[in-house]
Every structure is written in C-alpha cells, then in structure tokens.
C-alpha cells in the first residue's frame, strides 16, 4: 500500500515517465510478437494450401 500512496503523491512527475515507457515496451513487444505469429500463422496457411493443391491433384490424376 505505501508504494501506491508514493505513486499518488509523485509531484515531479517521475511515475507519469515510468508509466509511459511501461506502456511503451509492452506496446513493442505486442507489436514483435503479433508479428512474430502473422509469420507463422502465413507459412502454416502456404503449406496448408500447399497440401490441398498436391491432394487435389493426387485425386484427379486417379480418376483418369
């Protein structure tokens, strides 16, 4: 409790900073990792596409 009392009695504005660069580093850290897994989630739906293609033709060329 008394961090939370230091915190609303800051009159120099150094937990104002504090916040900012928290939301900040967890602002680019979603963004890396949104990234990270748009990646991945692109290469598992190429493969998926990939696999319907060769499986489609697979069963065409065993109808003729």
């Known amino acids: ?3 939370l009392e230091h915190l609303k009695l800051d009159n120099r504005g150094q937990t104002s900073v504090e916040v900012i660069l928290l939301l900040g580093s967890i602002l680019m850290i ?4 949104g990234t990270y897994i748009y ?3 692109l290469e598992i739906n190429d ?3 990939q696999t ?3 499986g489609r033709l697979f069963l065409f060329n065993k109808l003729n």
Not at 30 to 33: A, E, V
């Open 1 to 3: 409790m008394k961090a």
């Open 30 to 33: 979603s963004i890396i990792c």
């Open 39 to 41: 990646k991945i989630n």
């Open 47 to 49: 493969l998926f596409n």
């Open 52 to 54: 319907l293609s060769k």
